[in-house]
């Protein structure tokens, strides 16, 4: 399992400046087969400095474990708002 990439990033408007949400659809690859689904996730930054990252319930159609891909996308929105590719 990995995760190819994330497309169609929106940014959904916020009155909480310190919380920005996102919708995106996240292309992976499970078993040598490609599986595309929507997400929703949230980066909280605290007084610190420090991002938290949050993602809605993945789909129940997924054959495949749940915390791997948890695991995987948070990883890999972190490594794209540290990288300033989020809009």
């Known amino acids: 399992m990995r995760i190819l990439g994330l497309r169609a990033i929106s940014k959904e408007e ?3 400046y310190y919380i920005d949400r996102y919708k995106a659809t996240v ?3 499970v078993l040598n087969r490609q599986v ?3 997400v929703n996730f949230s ?3 605290n007084p610190l400095g420090m991002k938290s990252i949050d993602l809605e319930p ?3 159609t997924l054959d495949y474990p749940v915390l791997p891909i948890t695991k ?3 990883q890999y929105i972190t490594e ?3 990288e300033g590719k989020l809009p």
Request: neutral net charge; hydrophobic residues 45%.
């Open 72 to 74: 995987s996308l948070k």
């Open 80 to 82: 794209l708002s540290n």
């Open 43 to 45: 980066i909280e930054i």
């Open 36 to 38: 595309s689904f929507q």
């Open 27 to 29: 292309i992976m690859e």
């Open 58 to 60: 993945l789909p129940k």
């Open 14 to 16: 916020s009155y909480i």
